[in-house]
Every structure is written in C-alpha cells, then in structure tokens.
C-alpha cells in the first residue's frame, strides 16, 4: 500500500489552496480584493516553503541518529 507522508499530503493541500486563490485573485475586480489574494498567496506559498524545509530537517536528525547509533557501537563492540 502507497502510503503518502503528511507533508505530501500538506503540500498538495497547500497547492490547491494557492491555485483557487490565484483563480480569485486573477477573477476579482477590486483592488483591495486583489491585493488581499495576492498576500493570501504568498501566505500559503510560504507555508508549502516551510513543509519543505521541515522535511529535510527530519531527514538530517536521521541520518544524525543514524551516525549517532554507528558510533556507539562501534564504541561498545569488538
């Protein structure tokens, strides 16, 4: 069974939101509303951004704990 990871699943979330937002946005024929959509935008394109970021800090403390266990038993054995 294909198992997405939550931050997969964020960020496709994420890209929907930005897509129906770019659609307001490109639709709205106020000014203030443009701009509104236009920040809104850049919120969420920022919080993909981070999902992003988020997921190469796991997979570093990973591989840190991986060395980490390589040490140590290599410490306590033969």
Same mark, same amino acid.
Do not use: R
């Given at each position: 069974m294909d198992k997405k990871s939550h931050g997969e699943e964020l960020k496709k979330e994420l890209d929907i939101l930005i897509s129906r937002i770019s659609a307001l946005e490109a639709s709205s024929t106020d000014k203030e509303k443009k701009s509104l959509?236009? *920040? +809104? $935008? *850049? +919120?969420? @394109?920022? =919080?993909? %951004? !981070?999902? #992003? @970021? !988020?997921? %190469?800090?796991?997979?570093? +403390? #990973? +591989? &840190? &704990? *991986? =060395?980490i266990f390589k040490? #140590? $038993?290599? $410490?306590?054995?033969?």
């Open positions: 959509m236009g *920040v +809104l $935008k *850049v +919120l969420a @394109e920022n =919080q993909k %951004h !981070f999902v #992003d @970021e !988020f997921e %190469h800090l796991k997979k570093a +403390l #990973d +591989l &840190m &704990m *991986v =060395q040490m #140590d $038993k290599a $410490k306590t054995g033969p």
